[in-house]
């Protein structure tokens, strides 16, 4: 039995959905007792157990809000090996293998101690967080407003993580392994600019603000401090060019190329509107 967490957010219900079109038998985890097929809240340790009852594999991923490993994540791999689960697929971040200060190093770190097979998923950033994070400027005025200086970002799209996440989780050879997840090309966001405004026919801008300006405009919209510190050091991450990596990955796992920023931009041109 698979145990999904983090099944409503952006990639769980991708996984979900290439599960359920699989038949692939599975249950998902939630952190409220009134949904998913199991309570699973990494902020109480008592329900670790129930959760992990007669489960083989587990789709892992952090709660961003949840920050501290030894309080939260420790605790639920330590039972996982007292489960004896099987295979744990993380959903980590490019670039925590080399920067060990980010959760997602540190949780990798505790798998690797546990000794259960794992599979490290790294994933580039979402072409879909333009649509959530920042669609209201995308919407109302056409603007991508994001610090990032000309630096370029390999976007990936997470429908394509979704189907290498329920792949890594079902076949063995991917266990032991880690991958780091891009798309096939690196692109500014004066290039991403382009292209929303190449197939939507309206005109779109890269604004590109200073870390200040983009600081109190998301403070004035009331966006908590935390998440606006990961966003400035995703963006300036981008801006010093570490998120350019294009790797095939990817593509290995698929079988296929993975989804272009422009037949994303197709797929939610009405979403811009």
């Known amino acids: 039995m698979i145990l999904i967490t983090g099944s409503t ?6 996984i979900v959905r290439n599960l359920q079109a699989e038949g692939i038998p599975f249950e998902t985890a939630s952190h409220r007792k009134d949904h998913g097929d199991r309570y699973l809240n990494f902020e109480d340790a008592s329900s670790f157990s129930g959760a992990l009852q007669g489960i083989d ?3 892992l991923m ?4 949840l920050a501290d490993v030894n309080k939260y994540f420790r605790p639920f791999i330590e039972e996982a090996v007292k489960q004896r689960v099987q295979h744990i697929v993380f959903l980590s971040v ?3 293998d080399k920067n060990k200060i980010v ?6 770190k505790v798998l690797l101690d546990s000794k259960i097979p794992y599979t490290f998923l790294r994933p580039s950033f979402f072409m879909q967080n333009l649509l959530t994070e920042h669609g209201e400027e995308l919407r109302k005025k056409h603007d991508i407003y994001v610090p990032a200086g000309k630096g370029k970002t390999s976007f990936i799209d997470v429908r394509d993580i979704g189907i290498a996440a329920m792949k890594t989780l079902i076949q063995e050879e991917h266990r032991g392994k880690s991958y780091d997840l891009t798309g096939s090309e690196a692109l500014s966001y004066r290039e991403v600019a382009d292209i929303f405004s190449r197939i939507t026919g309206e005109s779109f801008t890269y604004s590109n603000p200073s870390i200040l300006e983009f600081w109190n405009t998301y403070r004035k919209k009331g966006m908590s ?5 990961v966003m400035v050091g995703i963006y300036t991450t981008a801006k010093i060019g570490f998120a350019k ?6 593509q290995d796992i698929l079988g296929h190329a993975p989804i272009t920023f422009e037949q994303f931009v197709r797929d939610n041109r009405d979403s811009l509107k």
Do not use: M, W, Y
């Not at 957010?9 to 991708?14: H, K, L, M, T, W």
């Not at 952090?62 to 809000?65: A, D, I, N, S």
């Not at 401090?225 to 510190?229: A, E, P, S």
């Open 103 to 108: 959760p997602h190093a540190k949780i990798e």
């Open 225 to 229: 401090r935390d998440k606006i510190v």
């Open 9 to 14: 957010g952006n990639v769980g219900r991708e």
């Open 245 to 250: 990596r294009v790797t095939s990955d990817l």
């Open 62 to 65: 952090r709660p961003p809000h």
């Open 94 to 96: 490019l670039g925590a």
């Open 57 to 59: 594999s587990v789709f």
